[in-house]
């Protein structure tokens, strides 16, 4: 789902990339980054 916000997106510097990462993570709930996180090993 990131990855194809951000090549939606299609941003040319690194500067517009770190914004629109950072707007990007709106389109995220709590929830959903837990679920990722824990699937990843991250979380105990």
Known sequence: KLKHLMR???E????ATWNRLG??????SPQEC?????NA???S
């Not at 040319?12 to 500067?15: E, F, G, M, N, Y």
């Not at 837990?34 to 824990?38: D, E, G, K, M, V």
């Open 23 to 28: 707007t990007s993570l709106d389109h995220f």
């Open 8 to 10: 939606k997106a299609g």
């Open 12 to 15: 040319r510097t690194i500067d």
């Open 41 to 43: 090993g991250y979380a």
């Open 34 to 38: 837990a679920n990722y996180f824990r």
